[in-house]
């Protein structure tokens, strides 16, 4: 059950980025994706799903820190606040754990043969055309959104994310079957740039973020739509550095799947464009999108 690694090496200016398939990642992502109540006839796998449902989403507002928290009221010394959360903590463990356990076996012999195919086949895309492009995109990535990249970033590559979305930043978690090809290239710098966006404000540098979110506030615009805007800015980013550096056909995810328009900002990859090149500043871009997402705003919802 050894976990597959792959080192891309950084640049100057880029990540050094361990990209890690682990079988039994895949294994806790496929059991946690099949609740709470999946149409399958295989006892073991039900007791599986309903071990791992509780264990992630017992019941309560707070996800699993209601039944940690508990704990506290109980403790006379600090010392034993972490003992008891330790407690508990580990109670979720040993509930995960017995999870994969009941489901292991089946998971070997009918499920992983063709999520290891699929794991292959990622790895392949990385290895191939992403592995040489990787530093130049993260490079403009930085430079274009005046970020900072952390110096080393772990990658895992999974199949039936529990996360509809098909990826996410922390820890940085990709299903190859939603993302192939290029698509799996404009995923990994988009999540790559969210952890370099978290790198960034923890060394206190402003990025373009802070330029979208003072014009935001100028126009008086509710706050929730500067991280709209920052976001819909990280999808025409990744997506133009996957066009410049790795294929020229490459289409934006957030083109393909209307997040644009959604985002009141139709005209968002032509606009990146011209920024990349030159043609229009920072400040230009910005003060087009807020007027956009103000102009969609007044609209209302679509
Ligand atoms: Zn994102």
Redesign the pocket.
Known sequence: MDPLRVELAGGAHSPHVRIIASPLYSLYHWVAGLGPMPAVDDPPLLEAVRLMTAARFPRGRHGPWDRWEAAIPAARTVDEVIQGLGDRQRETAEQVGRAMELALPGFLSTVWPAQQSALDEAVATIQGPLASALPAMVQAQAEGLRLHFPDAVDVYLVVACYDPAG?Y?HPTTIDVTQYRGSALGESLL??LT?VADVETSRRGSASLKHEVSAAVEKQGLDGAIAWTLW?AV??ASSGYQVRRFVDPAHGDYAERRGLYRRFGLPGLAAAWSSYATGAISAHQLVDALVADAGSAAHRGPR
Request: charged content about 10%.
């Open positions: 990826a930043s988009h999540e969210h976001h990280i999808f």
